[in-house]
Protein backbone atom coordinates (compact mmCIF):
# COMPACT_ATOMS: atom_id res chain seq x y z
CA UNK A 1 0.00 0.00 0.00
CA UNK A 2 2.93 2.70 1.07
CA UNK A 3 6.17 2.21 -0.42
CA UNK A 4 9.14 4.73 0.42
CA UNK A 5 12.19 5.14 -1.85
CA UNK A 6 14.86 6.73 -0.29
CA UNK A 7 12.87 9.19 1.07
CA UNK A 8 14.40 12.41 2.59
CA UNK A 9 13.16 15.51 4.36
CA UNK A 10 14.63 18.72 5.64
CA UNK A 11 12.60 21.82 6.71
CA UNK A 12 13.73 25.07 5.56
CA UNK A 13 16.71 25.90 7.68
CA UNK A 14 16.73 22.59 10.14
CA UNK A 15 18.62 19.73 10.38
CA UNK A 16 17.62 17.01 7.74
CA UNK A 17 14.38 15.27 9.73
CA UNK A 18 14.31 11.97 7.53
CA UNK A 19 16.94 10.73 5.44
CA UNK A 20 17.01 7.98 2.69
CA UNK A 21 14.30 6.20 3.96
CA UNK A 22 13.46 2.92 2.49
CA UNK A 23 10.56 0.62 3.72
CA UNK A 24 6.88 -1.61 2.44
CA UNK A 25 3.80 -1.18 4.26
CA UNK A 26 1.62 -4.33 2.62
CA UNK A 27 -2.11 -3.71 2.21
CA UNK A 28 -3.84 -5.12 5.67
CA UNK A 29 -0.49 -4.61 7.52
CA UNK A 30 -0.32 -3.19 10.89
CA UNK A 31 2.89 -1.45 11.80
CA UNK A 32 4.14 0.40 14.77
CA UNK A 33 6.50 3.26 14.29
CA UNK A 34 8.72 3.81 17.24
CA UNK A 35 10.98 6.31 18.20
CA UNK A 36 11.73 8.95 20.56
CA UNK A 37 10.47 12.97 20.38
CA UNK A 38 12.30 14.41 17.47
CA UNK A 39 13.10 11.42 15.75
CA UNK A 40 10.92 12.18 12.69
CA UNK A 41 7.89 10.29 13.21
CA UNK A 42 4.91 13.33 12.75
CA UNK A 43 7.36 14.13 9.80
CA UNK A 44 6.95 10.61 8.16
CA UNK A 45 3.31 10.65 8.80
CA UNK A 46 2.90 14.65 7.47
CA UNK A 47 4.54 13.20 4.09
CA UNK A 48 1.81 10.13 3.64
CA UNK A 49 -1.08 12.98 4.33
CA UNK A 50 0.64 15.14 2.23
CA UNK A 51 0.98 18.09 4.49
CA UNK A 52 4.78 17.97 4.16
CA UNK A 53 6.68 17.20 0.73
CA UNK A 54 10.21 15.04 0.36
CA UNK A 55 13.17 16.73 -0.77
CA UNK A 56 14.47 13.64 -1.93
CA UNK A 57 13.10 10.28 -2.66
CA UNK A 58 9.27 8.82 -3.79
CA UNK A 59 6.52 7.60 -1.88
CA UNK A 60 4.12 5.34 -3.70
CA UNK A 61 0.81 5.22 -2.26
CA UNK A 62 -1.16 2.15 -4.01
CA UNK A 63 1.59 1.90 -7.00
CA UNK A 64 0.56 5.87 -7.48
CA UNK A 65 3.86 8.66 -6.93
CA UNK A 66 2.32 11.15 -4.15
CA UNK A 67 5.44 12.88 -3.79
CA UNK A 68 4.45 14.24 -6.92
CA UNK A 69 0.42 15.63 -6.36
CA UNK A 70 -0.55 18.85 -7.30
CA UNK A 71 -2.44 20.82 -4.05
CA UNK A 72 -5.96 19.89 -6.02
CA UNK A 73 -4.56 15.96 -6.07
CA UNK A 74 -4.14 15.80 -2.03
CA UNK A 75 -7.69 15.76 -1.15
CA UNK A 76 -8.01 12.92 -2.80
CA UNK A 77 -5.33 11.22 -1.51
CA UNK A 78 -6.56 12.11 1.68
CA UNK A 79 -9.93 10.59 1.25
CA UNK A 80 -8.51 7.30 1.67
CA UNK A 81 -6.30 8.26 4.72
CA UNK A 82 -7.91 8.90 8.21
CA UNK A 83 -5.90 10.38 10.44
CA UNK A 84 -6.07 10.10 14.74
CA UNK A 85 -4.05 13.05 16.57
CA UNK A 86 -2.39 12.60 20.46
CA UNK A 87 -4.14 15.97 20.85
CA UNK A 88 -8.19 14.88 19.80
CA UNK A 89 -8.45 18.03 18.36
CA UNK A 90 -12.25 18.03 18.89
CA UNK A 91 -14.76 21.32 18.26
CA UNK A 92 -15.75 22.26 21.65
CA UNK A 93 -19.01 23.24 20.90
CA UNK A 94 -20.13 20.54 18.53
CA UNK A 95 -21.87 17.56 20.23
CA UNK A 96 -19.99 13.87 19.89
CA UNK A 97 -21.91 13.18 16.71
CA UNK A 98 -21.22 16.46 15.02
CA UNK A 99 -17.75 16.13 15.52
CA UNK A 100 -17.34 12.59 13.92
CA UNK A 101 -19.62 13.51 10.96
CA UNK A 102 -18.27 17.08 9.92
CA UNK A 103 -15.42 14.98 7.51
CA UNK A 104 -18.40 13.82 5.99
CA UNK A 105 -20.20 17.12 5.84
CA UNK A 106 -17.40 18.68 4.22
CA UNK A 107 -16.93 15.96 1.65
CA UNK A 108 -20.64 17.10 1.00
CA UNK A 109 -22.25 14.04 2.53
CA UNK A 110 -26.04 14.28 3.01
CA UNK A 111 -26.56 15.46 6.56
CA UNK A 112 -28.93 12.46 7.29
CA UNK A 113 -26.70 9.81 5.60
CA UNK A 114 -23.26 11.88 7.35
CA UNK A 115 -25.22 11.23 11.23
CA UNK A 116 -26.29 7.50 10.33
CA UNK A 117 -21.92 7.38 9.23
CA UNK A 118 -20.94 9.21 12.04
CA UNK A 119 -23.13 6.86 14.73
CA UNK A 120 -21.82 3.58 12.94
CA UNK A 121 -18.02 4.90 13.91
CA UNK A 122 -19.39 5.49 17.52
CA UNK A 123 -20.22 2.03 17.30
CA UNK A 124 -17.33 0.62 16.35
CA UNK A 125 -15.25 3.01 19.36
CA UNK A 126 -18.20 2.01 22.32
CA UNK A 127 -19.66 5.09 22.34
CA UNK A 128 -22.76 5.53 20.24
CA UNK A 129 -25.07 6.66 23.52
CA UNK A 130 -22.63 9.69 24.10
CA UNK A 131 -23.60 10.99 20.83
CA UNK A 132 -25.82 13.95 21.75
CA UNK A 133 -23.13 14.79 24.54
CA UNK A 134 -20.48 17.92 24.28
CA UNK A 135 -17.01 16.77 24.08
CA UNK A 136 -16.05 18.18 28.08
CA UNK A 137 -18.31 15.90 29.22
CA UNK A 138 -15.88 13.06 28.25
CA UNK A 139 -13.18 11.63 29.55
CA UNK A 140 -9.72 11.88 28.12
CA UNK A 141 -9.44 8.40 27.01
CA UNK A 142 -12.91 8.42 25.52
CA UNK A 143 -12.29 12.40 23.66
CA UNK A 144 -9.70 9.96 22.04
CA UNK A 145 -12.08 7.40 21.21
CA UNK A 146 -14.30 10.21 19.07
CA UNK A 147 -11.01 11.40 17.28
CA UNK A 148 -10.68 7.89 16.37
CA UNK A 149 -14.26 7.30 15.38
CA UNK A 150 -13.96 10.41 13.34
CA UNK A 151 -10.69 9.08 11.70
CA UNK A 152 -12.48 6.10 10.32
CA UNK A 153 -16.16 7.50 9.87
CA UNK A 154 -15.08 7.83 5.86
CA UNK A 155 -14.15 4.20 5.70
CA UNK A 156 -10.32 4.75 4.96
CA UNK A 157 -8.19 2.03 4.07
CA UNK A 158 -5.09 3.79 5.98
CA UNK A 159 -4.92 4.96 8.99
CA UNK A 160 -2.22 6.67 10.26
CA UNK A 161 -2.10 7.86 14.46
CA UNK A 162 0.22 10.24 15.58
CA UNK A 163 0.92 9.14 19.37
CA UNK A 164 -2.30 8.08 19.79
CA UNK A 165 -2.09 7.40 23.72
CA UNK A 166 0.58 10.47 24.21
CA UNK A 167 -2.29 11.25 27.14
CA UNK A 168 -3.03 8.31 28.36
CA UNK A 169 -2.21 5.92 30.88
CA UNK A 170 -1.05 2.55 30.46
CA UNK A 171 -4.57 0.81 30.54
CA UNK A 172 -6.13 2.86 28.51
CA UNK A 173 -3.27 3.41 25.71
CA UNK A 174 -3.58 -0.93 26.17
CA UNK A 175 -7.68 -0.37 25.41
CA UNK A 176 -6.82 2.13 21.85
CA UNK A 177 -4.03 0.13 20.59
CA UNK A 178 -6.69 -3.42 21.13
CA UNK A 179 -9.10 -0.76 19.26
CA UNK A 180 -6.79 -0.32 16.21
CA UNK A 181 -6.02 -4.18 16.38
CA UNK A 182 -9.64 -4.58 15.84
CA UNK A 183 -9.92 -2.08 12.61
CA UNK A 184 -6.93 -4.23 11.40
CA UNK A 185 -8.39 -7.29 11.66
CA UNK A 186 -11.33 -5.57 9.11
CA UNK A 187 -8.85 -5.50 6.67
CA UNK A 188 -7.56 -1.63 7.01
CA UNK A 189 -3.96 -0.86 6.98
CA UNK A 190 -2.71 1.10 9.91
CA UNK A 191 0.62 2.74 10.86
CA UNK A 192 0.59 4.08 14.70
CA UNK A 193 3.23 6.68 16.25
CA UNK A 194 4.51 6.26 19.43
CA UNK A 195 7.59 6.67 21.91
CA UNK A 196 5.87 3.98 24.13
CA UNK A 197 7.98 0.89 23.82
CA UNK A 198 7.16 -0.46 27.04
CA UNK A 199 3.03 -0.51 25.83
CA UNK A 200 4.12 -1.98 22.37
CA UNK A 201 6.15 -4.89 23.91
CA UNK A 202 2.96 -6.03 25.14
CA UNK A 203 1.50 -5.98 22.05
CA UNK A 204 4.20 -7.57 19.17
CA UNK A 205 3.67 -6.51 15.77
CA UNK A 206 6.10 -5.27 12.76
CA UNK A 207 8.00 -2.22 13.71
CA UNK A 208 9.85 0.64 12.34
CA UNK A 209 12.13 2.00 14.51
CA UNK A 210 13.10 5.53 13.89
CA UNK A 211 15.99 7.33 15.44
CA UNK A 212 17.59 11.01 14.31
CA UNK A 213 15.94 10.75 11.03
CA UNK A 214 17.05 7.38 9.87
CA UNK A 215 15.62 3.88 9.89
CA UNK A 216 17.07 1.31 12.16
P1 LIG B 1 8.67 13.27 16.23
O1 LIG B 1 7.29 13.22 15.69
O2 LIG B 1 9.36 11.93 16.22
O3 LIG B 1 8.74 13.93 17.57
P2 LIG B 1 9.12 15.33 14.22
O4 LIG B 1 8.85 14.72 12.89
O5 LIG B 1 8.08 16.19 14.83
O6 LIG B 1 9.57 14.16 15.25
O7 LIG B 1 10.46 16.20 14.12
C1 LIG B 1 11.65 15.72 13.46
C2 LIG B 1 12.64 16.87 13.37
O8 LIG B 1 12.13 17.87 12.50
C3 LIG B 1 12.91 17.57 14.72
O9 LIG B 1 14.28 17.96 14.73
C4 LIG B 1 11.99 18.78 14.65
O10 LIG B 1 12.52 19.85 15.41
C5 LIG B 1 12.01 19.12 13.18
N1 LIG B 1 10.77 19.76 12.73
C6 LIG B 1 9.53 19.21 12.80
N2 LIG B 1 8.62 20.06 12.25
C7 LIG B 1 9.30 21.15 11.83
C8 LIG B 1 8.92 22.37 11.18
N3 LIG B 1 7.65 22.62 10.83
N4 LIG B 1 9.90 23.26 10.89
C9 LIG B 1 11.19 23.02 11.22
N5 LIG B 1 11.62 21.88 11.81
C10 LIG B 1 10.68 20.95 12.13
Not at 33 to 58: D, Q, V
Not at 114 to 138: I, N, T
Not at 148 to 174: C, M
Request: charged share 20%.
Amino acid sequence: MIRFENVSKAYLGGKPALQGLNFHLPVGSMTYLIGHSGAGKSTLLKLIMGMERANGGRIWFNGHDITRLSRYEIPFLRRQIGMVHQDYRLLPDKSIIENVALPLIIAGIHPKEADVRALAALERVGLRERAKHLPSYLSGGEQQRVDIARAIVHKPQLLLADEPTGNLDDALSLDIFSLFESFNQFGMTVLIATHNISIIQQKPKPCLMLENGYLR
